[in-house]
């Protein structure tokens, strides 16, 4: 015999919309400067161990790829420390924006790159890596002038 779920106390869209507009997540400053600490620690853990990946586990891999791994570590390493400038100089929409811009610029732009070394093949993995540079700029570009 098949289960149904009781859908008497289902809401419509709308209802839902309302509940949500009522009760929306904020957190306080202080909780966004925890939330973007925790991030840029988990940044900087990864940074440190695909390093050591690189650094111990890439040696069979051709030089064009040992450079696409050391160049998505060095700016994964460098954008990880503006990440923690960042996040505890700037307060605000500020400080969320720069934050995200790093983080998206770091995952997209490095995760390519580091995918390219793994993959030992350019194509197609390497076509992410302009969109998290320009993303990495706009973080720079959030910072100095926002």
């Given at each position: 015999?098949?289960?149904?779920?009781?859908?008497?106390?289902?809401?419509?869209?709308?209802?839902?919309?309302q509940?949500?507009?009522?009760?929306?997540?904020?957190?306080?400053?202080?909780?966004?400067?925890?939330?973007?600490?925790?991030?840029?620690?988990?940044?900087?853990?990864?940074?440190?161990v695909?390093?050591?990946?690189?650094?111990?586990?890439?040696?069979?891999?051709?030089?064009?790829?040992?450079?696409?791994w050391?160049?998505?570590?060095?700016?994964?390493?460098?954008?990880?420390?503006?990440?923690?400038?960042?996040?505890?100089?700037?307060?605000g929409?500020?400080?969320?924006?720069?934050?995200?811009?790093f983080?998206s610029?770091?995952?997209?732009?490095?995760?390519?790159?580091?995918?390219?070394?793994?993959?030992?093949?350019?194509?197609p993995?390497?076509?992410?890596?302009?969109?998290?540079?320009?993303?990495?700029?706009?973080?720079?570009?959030?910072?100095?002038?926002l």
């Amino acid at each position: 015999m098949p289960i149904y779920r009781d859908r008497s106390n289902r809401k419509s869209v709308s209802e839902v919309t309302q509940i949500v507009r009522r009760h929306p997540v904020r957190y306080t400053a202080e909780e966004m400067n925890t939330r973007w600490l925790q991030v840029t620690g988990m940044m900087g853990l990864s940074a440190v161990v695909l390093g050591a990946y690189g650094a111990h586990g890439m040696k069979d891999r051709t030089d064009a790829m040992k450079e696409s791994w050391r160049t998505a570590s060095n700016y994964h390493f460098m954008h990880t420390l503006a990440l923690a400038v960042s996040a505890t100089a700037f307060t605000g929409k500020k400080r969320n924006m720069v934050c995200s811009l790093f983080t998206s610029g770091i995952v997209i732009f490095s995760g390519a790159c580091y995918t390219v070394a793994l993959m030992n093949e350019r194509k197609p993995y390497a076509q992410f890596a302009p969109l998290g540079g320009f993303l990495l700029m706009g973080g720079w570009i959030a910072f100095g002038f926002l």
